[in-house]
């Protein structure tokens, strides 16, 4: 019997099993069983959820036209957070038309299941199933595959066979948008603009720009469903690492997207502009093809760049998703652009895969860079109840890193970083039994060495236990000043005005430090 027929015949029974296709684009249905059989056959290691998360109020439960957006989380522990293990994100599909991301992460899931379980004989790529076992149970993995099904299914109805790919210049833009016609990458607080207005100003508050809440009711009318609903999820959930994914070029772009002057394209650096540019080369340099000499898309050619941007630098975005996930929250974000044809054929799938895989682990791996730890409170205080606000400042830098991050909720933190040699300090607020505010401060010297496919950040504590030690100082000599300088470590925000206004409602109160 010939070998072809023996293929033709046993392939849709194979399907049938795995519920994955690796030749064929997903419809939403398909999309949902592919989730449905990976989460029942690695039921141990993943949890499936649908946005919106958190206890927000009046979010919309589904996209303009009643789609779910369904997120599936890989793990040790997949459905809760759990001090010390980083969490990650994948988003795909954010533009309807731009659909190489959504078959890359169905498929990346599809493929994480079968080498835990040790059901596929033969790992691709070039991570190893001992690489991927850690990484799946030293990271919480979220992927997104669509974030606008909506416009995937316009896209899709604008020719007879999309399995065949929806091409050409007149497709272009069908089923970028929403099901209301706004592009989402459009939709988003432009909190740049408010971070350029501050910079410049003694005392600025340099994260978590917005109250979320207060602006999810000012702009409600203004903000997309979707938006909304990952809103939610970005503020809900506390991200340390994440890239989405679009396509229409070949390239890793970071922050920031929007220039500082108004114009159409300009570099804008970020102050972590130096851990951004190594986080998009963690892609990049392990693409088959972004950082090497190809045709170029149009009239860019990122091979010279080693396949990375500074968005800006390309065109601006006002409203974008990536700046809004720094300026916001904790997380950091790049964008990949991940080929020239939005909406490639489906026969094209398959190497699309194989020349992404090492870049899709490579990656998750960025969770792992730079420092992380708890925040160690006195016994009977709930871990959490006092947020510290982390500061960094490289050694021989005169100024520290314009860019704090906060601790989470239940007590731990994570702070992506380059290597180097930092003064670390961690500050907390609270009120006396006199009603005053008190600032305690610990402050550490940290040589960051981050290595390759580490499945850990390099572990940094903070000891509040006794709070009536305002300031330990345990940092590295700095030929600019003293690590403990009022001017250098003075909050650029009010960190009681976040617990009052940015934080979830406390229901701990410690009446010894009158800590909530």
Request: negative net charge; contains cysteine.
């Amino acid at each position: 019997m010939d070998t072809v027929f023996i293929l033709t015949f046993l392939l849709p029974v194979i399907l049938a099993t795995t519920g994955f296709n690796p030749t064929q684009h997903h419809d939403y249905e398909a999309m949902e069983a592919v989730m449905n059989n990976v989460h029942e056959k690695c039921n141990k290691i993943t949890h499936l959820y649908e946005l919106p998360t958190g206890t927000f109020e009046d979010i919309p439960s589904t996209t303009v036209n009643g789609r779910k957006l369904k997120v599936l989380v890989f793990g040790k522990h997949p459905t809760e957070h759990t001090n010390g293990i980083p969490e990650f994100k994948y988003i795909g599909n954010m533009h309807g038309n731009e659909v190489t991301g959504k078959e890359l992460l169905l498929r990346l899931m599809t493929y994480m299941c079968d080498v835990y379980l040790g059901e596929t004989t033969e790992i691709e790529g070039n991570f190893d199933m001992k690489h991927i076992k850690d990484l799946i149970d030293n990271t919480r993995i979220h992927i997104l595959p669509s974030m606008n099904p909506d416009g995937w299914q316009i896209a899709s109805e604008s020719v007879d066979n999309y399995q065949n790919g929806v091409l050409g210049s007149d497709k272009w833009t069908v089923g970028r948008a929403n099901a209301n016609g706004k592009d989402l990458n459009r939709n988003f607080p432009d909190l740049d603009n408010l971070y350029y207005n501050l910079e410049a100003k003694p005392g600025h508050r340099n994260n978590h720009l917005d109250r979320v809440r207060q602006v999810l009711k000012n702009l409600s009318s203004e903000l997309e469903p979707e938006t909304k609903m990952i809103m939610s999820w970005l503020h809900s959930i506390p991200f340390v690492a994440s890239a989405n994914m679009h396509n229409g070029d070949l390239v890793a772009n970071y922050p920031f997207d929007k220039t500082r002057d108004g114009s159409s394209h300009s570099p804008a650096k970020c102050p972590d502009n130096s851990t951004f540019f190594e986080m998009a080369e963690a892609y990049s340099l392990q693409h088959a093809d972004m950082a090497k000499p190809h045709k170029p898309c149009d009239t860019n050619d990122f091979s010279k760049t080693e396949g990375t941007t500074n968005g800006a630098a390309w065109y601006s975005v006002p409203g974008g998703m990536q700046d809004y996930n720094y300026l916001s929250t904790n997380c950091f974000e790049i964008t990949l652009e991940l080929g020239c044809d939005k909406f490639p054929p489906a026969s094209e799938l398959p190497k699309i895969w194989e020349q992404n895989i090492n870049s899709l682990f490579s990656f998750m791996y960025q969770a792992h860079i730079g420092i992380k730890g708890e925040i160690q409170l006195p016994e009977g205080i709930r871990p959490g109840s006092a947020i510290a606000a982390i500061r960094v400042q490289k050694v021989g830098e005169p100024k520290p890193i314009d860019h704090d991050i906060l601790s989470t909720e239940s007590g731990d933190y994570y702070r992506l970083l380059e290597n180097g040699l930092y003064n670390v300090n961690a500050t907390i607020h609270f009120m006396d039994r006199n009603d005053n505010e008190q600032k305690i401060v610990r402050s550490k010297c940290v040589q960051v060495d981050n290595q390759l496919y580490s499945k850990s950040a390099q572990v940094v504590n903070f000891d509040f236990t006794q709070l009536d030690e305002p300031y330990i100082d345990e940092s590295c000599k700095n030929e600019y000043q003293d690590s403990y300088d009022e001017d250098q470590l003075r909050q650029y925000y009010d960190l009681m005005w976040f617990l009052r206004n940015y934080a979830a409602p406390r229901n701990t109160y410690d009446s010894k430090y009158n800590v909530y």
